[in-house]
């Protein structure tokens, strides 16, 4: 506080708003894999490698044909998201097989040059016929059945396009359906904006006069309300699809990372605060060398333990047990180094003191070393319990794949087949995870960074 | 205080979880069972596992004994290593399904059963053959050592076959087809030869709008859609057995060259095999490749956009593509292996392969029911498959292939594309280590 | 009676350390000797997979001398590793250390951005690596995007990633904003300790804000400084998630390739990746040579470390 204010008022006055924009943006930047994280946690299934982060409200349909003062046009539309091809048979194609174009999953024709009268027809679903489920009447064969009547052609259903050239004025009748959309125009030939006004329920409708005799195509464009628009990329699902899949326990696999990150930061801490204690307060022989050759030790490549250490865990039968998944990793060097660090900062008079109180060895550790030490015991938890709540490597190989005891991340890496990742269950999962170790945190930031000071007993 | 309640919480964790463990099923009551890892999505695995329940319904009913059989899903990544461990702790499944390319590496580790030794086998290597897609039953024939002698065993069933065959983007087409059409192309089919593919590719490839005619990835398992059809191997057999690297013979050095060209001489492939460059399935996805390679995995994948498929285009040799797919391979630790062959057997045969490719769209290992399907399936984006897979010829497998590909031929792929040598060069020296390295040790023993 | 002491100040101390040293000896002593055993050994492809370690093959020093003579890309590896590890540890060191001075400023929102800037640091580098490869990803990734706005399309070819010069920092960077909160809370930790009255002394002095922190922190946190050195070294001695992640495709491992000295060689193959691509192919024998060398480089990196660094009073 004293420090600021000696120096020049103006330059004070300007560097601490320079400061906080500056942590604010190093702070997004360190932040953006996080947000990254969250939004693709929330998006629909194919969507989460997409850059398309922002909802369009506004969509545009394709491009539609007809022909004025020629025989009316009849279009017919099938929407179904796996199909591979369809195409229209029956009656009302004489017979023949004409296939339908597609734009995303809404498959369409149009078919030029119907005379009036009353037609059959059915889909070719990838060569399968299924009638047009959106075809107001059917026939006794199970065949859909359409009107078509003079110049007036019917729409064939809920997501239907009709655009009927009327003769008698060279209009071109426009009716289109689109239930999601909150306002629709058409726009023809690429250029003429036309209205449309709200008809029946879910449909659009527009009379367009006097075109010129000929051919014209019509896109419509249709504003969806933001909502809408939003559920096209996200959705919520994934979180229950993740918290609620029968082939994915994930309450068992949560709990199960709890308690394999908690008992190893639990035995690591004990094994790391007595180690640490003689290292640091006891004299005895090899006491440097054994120190060094532990401190070499932690320079090992950490991949090199994996095989040998498996043949043990397999040796004593430890598949698919806590105590395979946990004892290899509790003899931490770190943590002992962090400890020794720690407890040699702890002033030798207070354990005299202790002593002089009558306390014996185990009291003297118990009353002058473990309570003071408290916050690096809490920061030796902490760092041990986030590097085995997310060591997958150890627990993939540990757990057969039935084991009721596997954990989140081997259980999160179910989401990634041989051709398809799905990253938004995985990062669904992901969100999940760090949420106890988040909470942990946030709750012993204070006994963390305390653990690093070591305020009140420094010399 | 503060310990108890720690130590409390801790108990009583592991005491929760214990609880609702379930014990691993054993055999204590005498019914024969069979552990199987597979790798399916969760579609597959759901359609897999009633399937499993069928066949132990079925041979309740035929033979009056009761058999179960226990579905795993395992991850596909990491799998092999994690078989290895499964091995050295005999905690190995009875069967587990694989990659068509693994099948060697495990029988030279004699990992897996010679299926043609047991008893209930059925006939010749040949006979058998007979009953199965040729492309997908050759990649479970190894030759492996045994006693001073090579000789030929199956070591798998295939259970998914796949090749690669052409995509192309209707409405990137359709957008170009002014341009096309002045060219003389038809904008509503795909090409069917190498040279009108370039001659489409560079009307596709629109520079400003970031649009490429096609996209690639270029590891050796995806050039042998190019290399086949120009004729090439990768792997040569002299007449007395050795083998050497065919990648640097004329045939070889011409699809690549061609390869290289597309990316540094025409400029039509977007660079989409670079490391984070966006990938070709990406890159169709969202329209900006008009064309790639791909397999029957990516129809469901693509089906929000119009697309097409068509076989590879044909080179001096024709058609042609790769081999890939899975097989079903039963472990040496298998109490009953022959009880797991008639399983794989069971599931591989015509109905069970009918019904597979019925409710999943998938192209059948049966040849009979192939032949149905690929009759039903005539005109349809699955269909062109069924008829890639009649040209489509498997990669040779030989040892260490993992490590040929990461460590010689990817490498010198990448660096003929980069243009830091000339693929005669690059080849050339990849062949030489292929040959030294590698080939040496099935070429010695 | 001062032997007597000592010897039961002796038995205290082992007491002490008897749990730790037993699961070192058991979980990480044993296996490091296992592993020198393995490394004088070589698993063939004709090697059982159900009795690997008994149907191995003596091999002698082959899988050493074979990696020192005659593997360009281990020697390769090692130079990329000193690379990264040159990238990495000053920069984050020194953002870490920026970072608490910012902390140490009363800014508004202080506690936000303490927890927000640790937070990464909590999260899986696998995770991290594959957010990063989609904001690196040319054309369409974030980074791209921003850089086609200011006119530069260099990258929108092959992305920072695919581009052998830019691929390297662009990975070591992605791990710096994931670990500089870390060093952070450690600068922070260790400038708390430093009394107010030095940095009052020091205005006094009529010392700036600049030279206060070089003249009075930096020496102050010297020891942390060394630490994050040590750990860093490690870090990219055992780098083997990240690439994993980010360069390593099922279709390139290690990329993008160069041709140096006659040879193919991924620039981000870094010997702890090597190294994994080595262990993941059961080449175990080699793997375990492989582990040693590093380890003899280590101790080197270290000890010389550790000398340059010490105070001079010492």
């Given amino acids: 506080m004293s420090r600021e204010s000696q120096q020049g ?111 059959a027809y059915h889909f070719l679903v990838d060569n399968v016929s299924k009638p047009d489920p959106s075809a107001e009447t059917t026939d006794a064969a199970g065949e859909s059945v359409i ?135 006891k004299r005895f022989p090899g006491r440097d060398t054994i120190f060094y050759i532990l401190l070499a030790s932690m320079l090992v490549p ?38 020794r660090q720690y407890v040699e900062t702890i002033p030798d008079s207070l354990l005299e003191a202790a002593r002089i109180d009558g306390a014996n060895e185990w009291q003297v550790f118990k009353i002058a070393i473990v309570p003071v030490s408290m916050p690096i015991i809490i920061t030796l938890f902490l760092i041990t319990f986030v590097s085995q709540w997310s060591n997958f490597l150890w627990q993939f ?49 204070r006994y963390f960074i305390q653990g690093m000071t070591s305020g009140a007993v420094k010399e | 205080m503060r310990h108890a309640t720690v130590i409390a919480l801790v108990v009583a964790l592991v005491a929760a979880v214990q609880a609702c463990g379930v014990r691993r099923a054993d055999e204590s009551d005498g019914v024969r069972t069979i552990t199987i890892w597979e790798t399916y999505n969760a579609q597959e695995h759901e359609i897999f596992d009633a399937m499993a329940r069928d066949f132990e319904r079925e041979y309740q009913a035929r033979t009056g004994t009761t058999v179960r059989l226990k579905v795993q899903r395992v991850p596909y990544e990491g799998l092999l290593p994690k078989l290895k461990y499964a091995a050295i702790t005999d905690t190995a499944p009875d069967i587990c399904r694989v990659d068509n390319a693994w099948v060697l590496t495990l029988a030279y580790g004699k990992a897996v059963v010679e299926l043609d030794t047991l008893p209930n086998f059925g006939g010749t290597l040949q006979e058998v053959g007979s009953h199965y897609v040729p492309a997908a039953y050759a990649t479970n024939v190894v030759t492996v050592p045994e006693n001073k002698q090579w000789n030929e065993h199956l070591f798998g069933v295939p259970d998914q076959t796949n090749c690669v065959a052409l995509f192309w983007n209707k409405g990137l087409f359709n957008e170009s087809a002014a341009a096309l059409k002045k060219q003389g192309l038809d904008p509503t089919r795909a090409p069917k030869t190498w040279d009108e593919f370039v001659r489409y590719a560079r009307v596709l490839t629109i520079p400003e709008r970031k649009q490429y005619g096609f996209g690639m990835f270029a590891t050796l398992w995806w050039m042998m859609p190019f290399l086949n059809t120009f004729g090439a191997s990768f792997t040569d057999q002299a007449p007395d057995g050795t083998l050497t690297c065919g990648l640097s013979d004329p045939k070889a050095l011409a699809a690549m060259n061609f390869i290289v060209s597309l990316y540094r001489q025409d400029k039509v492939e977007a660079g989409a095999w670079q490391t984070g460059a966006i990938n070709p399935e990406q890159g169709f996805l969202n329209g900006k490749y008009a064309m790639i390679l ?54 591989s045969g015509h109905d069970a392969q009918i019904r597979w490719s019925h409710d999943l769209g998938q192209i059948p290992v049966n040849r009979e029911a192939f032949e149905e399907v690929a009759q039903s399936a005539a005109g349809t984006n699955l269909g062109v498959f069924l008829e890639q897979l009649r040209t489509a010829r498997p990669l040779k497998q030989v040892p260490k292939m993992d490590q040929i590909e990461d460590r010689v031929v990817n490498p010198a792929i990448e660096l003929s594309l980069k243009g830091q040598g000339t693929p005669e060069q690059l080849f050339g020296d990849a062949c030489a280590k292929i040959n030294n390295d590698f080939l040496s040790i099935i070429n010695d023993r | 009676m001062a032997t007597v002491r000592n010897k039961r100040e002796t038995l205290i101390a082992y007491a002490y350390l008897a749990p730790f040293l037993l699961a070192f000896v058991v979980f990480l002593g044993y296996p490091i000797l296992y592993s020198l055993y393995l490394s004088f050994h070589t698993i063939t492809v004709f090697t059982s997979w159900f009795d690997i370690f008994g149907d191995m093959e003596w091999a002698g020093l082959s899988n050493y001398t074979s990696l020192l003579f005659n593997d360009y890309e281990f020697w390769y590896s090692l130079y990329r590793t000193f690379v990264y590890g040159l ?141 994050l050195i040590i750990t860093g070294l490690m870090g990219a001695l055992n780098a083997f998630t990240e690439i994993y992640a980010m360069t390593a495709t ?20 870094v010997s702890g990746f090597y190294l994994y691509k080595t262990f993941e192919q059961g080449d175990y024998g080699r793997a375990a040579a492989m582990s040693f060398l ?20 010492v």
């Fill in chain 2, 294 to 347: 791909t397999g029957p995995w990516n129809l469901k994948r693509f089906s929000g956009i119009d697309f097409g498929v068509a076989l590879v285009p044909a080179g001096p040799a024709g058609t042609s593509s790769n081999v890939g797919g899975s097989n079903m391979v039963v472990f040496k630790s298998s109490a009953h292996p022959d009880l797991a062959y008639e399983f794989l057997h069971w599931f």
């Fill in chain 3, 87 to 227: 990238l990495m540890i000053p920069t984050q060191i020194v953002l870490g250390f920026l970072l608490a001075v910012l902390m140490r400023e009363k800014l508004p929102w202080r506690g936000f951005f303490r927890g927000a800037l640790f937070l990464p640091h909590i999260l899986d580098v696998f995770v991290v690596g594959t957010i990063w490869v989609l904001i690196y990803s040319p054309n369409y990734g974030l980074l791209d995007v921003a850089l086609n706005r200011m006119g530069i399309t260099y990258f929108s070819g092959t992305g920072v990633l695919g581009n052998p010069w830019t691929a390297l920092p662009a990975i070591a960077f992605a791990l710096v904003l994931k670990s500089a909160g870390f060093g952070m809370i450690l600068f922070l930790a260790a400038m708390n300790n430093i009394p107010e009255s030095v940095y009052e002394a020091a205005d006094i002095d009529g010392c700036s804000f600049w030279q206060k922190q070089w003249h009075v922190t930096v020496p102050l946190v010297k020891p942390i400084v060394l630490f």
């Fill in chain 3, 250 to 269: 099922k279709y390139s491992q290690g990329g993008p390739f160069i041709e140096s000295g006659g040879h193919s060689v991924g620039v981000t193959k």
């Fill in chain 1, 397 to 445: 190989i540990t757990n057969t794949p039935d084991s009721p005891l596997r954990t989140l991340p081997v259980g999160l890496n179910l989401f990634k087949g041989q051709y398809d990742i799905r990253w938004e269950l995985i990062m669904a999962g992901a969100c999940f995870s760090i949420i106890p170790v988040a909470i942990i945190f946030a709750v012993a930031q």
């Fill in chain 1, 302 to 339: 950490g991949l090199i333990f994996v095989v040998p250490q498996f043949a043990l865990v397999s040796q004593f039968g430890w598949i698919n047990t806590y105590q395979g998944m946990v004892l290899p990793h509790v003899a931490n060097v770190f943590g002992l180094f962090l400890m």
């Fill in chain 1, 147 to 281: 009107v078509v009547a003079g110049d007036r052609m019917t729409a064939n259903g809920p997501l239907a396009v009709s655009l009927t050239p009327r003769a008698t004025d060279r209009a071109l009748v426009i009716a289109y359906t689109a239930p999601d959309a909150q306002r629709a125009r058409a726009i023809i030939d690429g250029g003429r904006v036309v209205e449309l006004s709200p008809g029946a329920p879910g449909a659009w409708e527009a009379s367009v006069p006097a075109l010129e005799p000929g051919r014209h195509e019509v896109v419509f464009e249709r504003d969806r309300s933001f909502v809408t628009a939003l559920s096209d990329i996200y959705t919520t699902s994934n979180f229950s699809e993740i918290l609620f899949n029968k082939d994915f326990p994930f309450i068992q696999f949560f709990l199960n990372s709890l308690v394999v990150a908690t008992l190893a930061g639990v035995i690591t801490v004990c094994l790391c605060t007595t180690a640490g204690y003689a290292f640091a307060k």
């Fill in chain 3, 294 to 313: 590093l380890l003899i480089v280590a101790l080197v990196v270290s000890v010389v470390n550790a000398r340059a660094l010490r105070p001079k009073d």
């Fill in chain 1, 9 to 119: 008022p103006a330059l004070s006055r300007l560097k601490r708003p320079v400061l906080f924009v500056v942590t604010l943006v190093m702070t997004m930047f360190v932040l953006l894999p996080l947000v990254w994280m969250f939004v693709t946690a929330f998006k629909r299934e194919g969507q989460a490698l997409k850059f398309d982060f922002i909802p369009k409200t506004t969509a545009r349909s394709a491009v539609y044909a007809t022909t004025i003062d020629g025989p009316p046009v009849v279009v017919l539309e099938f929407r179904d998201a796996i199909a591979q091809q369809v195409a229209v048979a029956g009656k009302l194609t004489s017979d023949e097989a004409v296939p339908m174009l597609r734009d995303v999953s809404l498959f369409h024709v149009e078919l030029p040059a119907i005379a009036p009268g009353t037609y």
